[in-house]
């Protein structure tokens, strides 16, 4: 994706901000690495909606803040970036220079770091200086005919995964922001930008399938290397080497490998358990390419042969699988597809004896699995719109028996169209069949 991308989306989000000549800032932060240990810091990783905006998200992007002022009905973007520094990029590494970062993101205005809170206060100030009064009304408002005709709008993107998870940056500036200029109103762009990333570009779906050729890549190579024996971090080891030979150097989310027992814990990261002869393997993994990832789930023995209750239980997953993506269309609620995945499973297991009642499903299904993918893993979107031409999410059937021993998924991503839908991760071996022959 290019720059042309970025700009589009910043064009499109200040269309939905209020009216077109009322003055606002918007400011994002593309965040800091939060400290490990003694002086160790955990890799940054960019804030997936400053990416979503500005197309830069590398590991030199950290600090980075976006900023946005509309007056008079005019847009003026401008960049803020660390400033070359030849001492510390001996240590940290190159910096981005400024016309670097123009040309990723198509803005033309670059500042350095060290000048954003003067200029910040400058605009923000300035409205007061030219009204020669605020007329403060109650709660901070002002009031008609003082600043309101100047800059008292501005909007952050707030948001808080855990009510008990420490203030990140944008947080601490907007309250801040709050205690210094009284006379601003702050808004959340949050939702705006949910609503944005909910429907797919083009170009994104084109990243999205690149990043799946290296997803099956690498599940292809694990499943024929697949052996009785084998550690978790094996998988992991092919699984790493099949991403770093097509240039992706981290993946979409930490990958999840398990074994036997392992499996059994939903979101496990251990990767130190061992394959015993006839155990299912659990894979959930997702390459990234342009920022775009995706989130694919496949179960196999690690002896490659499918017992009798493996071949049962995997049916059950496939059939319900098979029939999502026969059902979901533009216009189903987005909450149903869970639903109507559950549903149909159910009858799959009732259908071979290991439950009665659809109350006790529960037993063995565990999690939905309907959540959009993108920029981010269990991508930032609008829950509430309803299943539309664009989206990208994943059909996901995790079944876990624990009397029998085993635990899979079988996770699919599925591009809704105008008609129905597709699945992206197809070409990845999903029936028993393929699996076998893959593993021979």
Same mark, same amino acid.
């Given at each position: 994706?290019?720059? +042309?991308?970025?700009?589009? /989306?910043?064009?499109?989000?200040?269309?939905?901000?209020?009216?077109?000549?009322? !003055?606002?800032?918007?400011?994002?932060?593309?965040?800091?690495?939060? $400290?490990?240990?003694?002086?160790?810091?955990?890799?940054?990783?960019?804030?997936?909606?400053?990416?979503?905006?500005?197309?830069?998200?590398?590991?030199?992007?950290?600090?980075?803040?976006?900023?946005?002022?509309?007056?008079?009905?005019?847009?003026?973007?401008?960049?803020?970036?660390?400033?070359?520094?030849?001492?510390?990029?001996?240590?940290?590494?190159?910096?981005?220079?400024?016309?670097?970062?123009?040309?990723?993101?198509?803005?033309?205005?670059?500042?350095?770091?060290?000048?954003?809170?003067?200029?910040?206060?400058?605009?923000?100030?300035?409205?007061?200086?030219?009204?020669?009064?605020? /007329?403060?009304?109650?709660?901070?408002?002002?009031?008609?005919?003082?600043?309101?005709?100047?800059?008292? #709008?501005?909007?952050?993107?707030?948001?808080?995964?855990?009510?008990?998870?420490?203030?990140?940056?944008?947080?601490?500036?907007?309250?801040?922001?709050?205690?210094?200029?009284?006379?601003?109103?702050?808004? #959340?762009?949050?939702?705006?930008?949910?609503?944005?990333?909910?429907?797919?570009?083009?170009?994104?779906?084109?990243?999205?399938?690149?990043?799946? +050729?290296?997803?099956?890549?690498?599940?292809?190579?694990?499943?024929?290397?697949?052996?009785?024996?084998?550690?978790?971090?094996?998988?992991?080891?092919?699984?790493?080497?099949?991403?770093?030979?097509?240039?992706?150097?981290?993946?979409?989310?930490?990958?999840?490998?398990?074994?036997?027992?392992?499996?059994?814990?939903?979101?496990?990261?251990?990767?130190?358990?061992?394959?015993?002869?006839?155990?299912?393997?659990?894979?959930?993994?997702?390459?990234?390419?342009?920022?775009?990832? /995706?989130?694919?789930? $496949?179960?196999?023995?690690?002896?490659?042969?499918?017992?009798?209750?493996?071949?049962?239980?995997?049916?059950?997953?496939?059939?319900?699988?098979?029939?999502?993506?026969?059902?979901?269309?533009?216009?189903?609620?987005?909450?149903?597809?869970?639903?109507?995945?559950?549903?149909?499973?159910?009858?799959?297991?009732?259908?071979?004896?290991?439950?009665?009642?659809?109350?006790?499903?529960?037993?063995?299904?565990?999690?939905?699995?309907?959540?959009?993918?993108?920029?981010?893993?269990?991508?930032?979107?609008?829950?509430?719109?309803?299943?539309?031409?664009?989206?990208?999410?994943?059909?996901?059937?995790?079944?876990?028996?624990?009397?029998?021993?085993?635990?899979?998924?079988?996770?699919?991503?599925?591009?809704?169209?105008?008609?129905?839908?597709?699945?992206?991760?197809?070409?990845? !071996? $999903?029936?028993?069949?393929?699996?076998?022959?893959?593993?021979?």
């Amino acid at each position: 994706m290019d720059s +042309t991308f970025y700009t589009s /989306n910043r064009q499109s989000l200040y269309t939905r901000l209020a009216d077109p000549q009322e !003055p606002f800032l918007l400011i994002l932060f593309a965040g800091h690495a939060p $400290r490990k240990t003694a002086d160790e810091y955990y890799p940054f990783f960019a804030n997936r909606n400053f990416v979503y905006l500005t197309g830069i998200g590398d590991s030199c992007a950290e600090g980075f803040i976006f900023m946005a002022e509309r007056k008079n009905g005019v847009i003026t973007e401008t960049l803020f970036i660390l400033p070359p520094d030849a001492h510390a990029e001996r240590w940290q590494g190159r910096r981005m220079r400024a016309e670097e970062a123009g040309r990723l993101s198509g803005i033309q205005d670059i500042a350095f770091l060290d000048t954003f809170y003067q200029q910040f206060h400058t605009t923000v100030s300035a409205g007061l200086t030219a009204a020669g009064h605020t /007329n403060k009304g109650s709660a901070g408002h002002t009031s008609p005919g003082s600043a309101s005709s100047y800059l008292t #709008n501005i909007w952050l993107d707030l948001d808080r995964h855990k009510p008990d998870e420490p203030d990140n940056h944008t947080l601490v500036f907007a309250n801040r922001t709050s205690h210094n200029y009284p006379f601003v109103r702050i808004h #959340n762009v949050h939702p705006h930008l949910r609503a944005l990333r909910t429907i797919k570009q083009p170009c994104e779906i084109e990243a999205m399938k690149k990043a799946m +050729t290296i997803t099956r890549e690498a599940i292809l190579d694990m499943m024929r290397a697949s052996r009785p024996g084998m550690y978790e971090y094996e998988y992991k080891a092919i699984f790493d080497a099949a991403l770093t030979r097509n240039g992706v150097l981290a993946p979409g989310f930490p990958p999840i490998i398990s074994a036997g027992q392992n499996n059994f814990c939903i979101h496990y990261y251990a990767y130190t358990g061992k394959a015993e002869d006839g155990d299912m393997i659990l894979n959930d993994v997702g390459a990234r390419w342009d920022y775009l990832g /995706n989130d694919v789930s $496949r179960g196999w023995p690690c002896n490659g042969k499918f017992t009798e209750k493996q071949r049962l239980l995997y049916t059950c997953a496939y059939n319900t699988s098979e029939y999502m993506f026969r059902t979901i269309k533009p216009g189903m609620p987005m909450a149903s597809v869970d639903q109507t995945a559950r549903q149909f499973c159910f009858e799959q297991l009732k259908g071979i004896g290991l439950v009665e009642r659809f109350e006790d499903v529960g037993k063995y299904i565990w999690h939905g699995g309907a959540h959009h993918v993108g920029f981010d893993t269990h991508d930032a979107v609008d829950l509430q719109q309803s299943v539309a031409p664009g989206m990208v999410f994943c059909v996901d059937v995790g079944i876990y028996c624990e009397e029998w021993g085993i635990g899979f998924r079988l996770e699919d991503n599925c591009l809704v169209t105008e008609t129905g839908c597709v699945n992206l991760s197809a070409d990845i !071996p $999903r029936t028993i069949e393929e699996i076998e022959a893959v593993m021979r």
